[in-house]
Nanobody, 116 residues
Framework: QVQLVESGGGLIQAGGSLRLSCAVSGSIFSINSMGWYRQAPGKQRELVAS???????NYADSVKGRFTISRDNAKNTIYLQMSSLKPEDTAVYYC??????????WGQGTQVTVSS
């Protein structure tokens, strides 16, 4: 059983910063990819950023230069440092874990609201 627990969301003014955390527990493959997705009301869930266990990162064009994804393999935790936040970043942010074998797991989501 794998569990993902996200934290760090909240209400922030435009231009501000937030850091999201996602801790994974359970039967974890050391080779994996983890990432952050977001879903705004009425829109499809979209990739924000991902990072492999080897440290290779990928970002959506809309967040490049503003968001940074990182991970602490010893703690099985990933982070999303979000800066220069915009109202259009408002969404529920989901963490996911993609092992080298098996299914993808998702967290419960954390709300990020950016006020103008």
């Amino acid at each position: 059983q794998v569990q993902l627990v996200e934290s760090g969301g909240g209400l922030i003014q435009a231009g501000g910063s937030l850091r999201l955390s996602c801790a994974v527990s359970g039967s974890i493959f050391s080779i994996n990819s983890m990432g952050w997705y977001r879903q705004a009301p009425g829109k499809q869930r979209e990739l924000v950023a991902s990072i492999t266990s080897g440290g290779i990162t990928n970002y959506a064009d809309s967040v490049k230069g503003r968001f940074t994804i990182s991970r602490d393999n010893a703690k099985n935790t990933i982070y999303l440092q979000m800066s220069s936040l915009k109202p259009e970043d408002t969404a529920v942010y989901y963490c996911n874990y993609v092992p080298v074998l098996g299914r993808t797991y998702w967290g419960q989501g954390t709300q990020v609201t950016v006020s103008s």
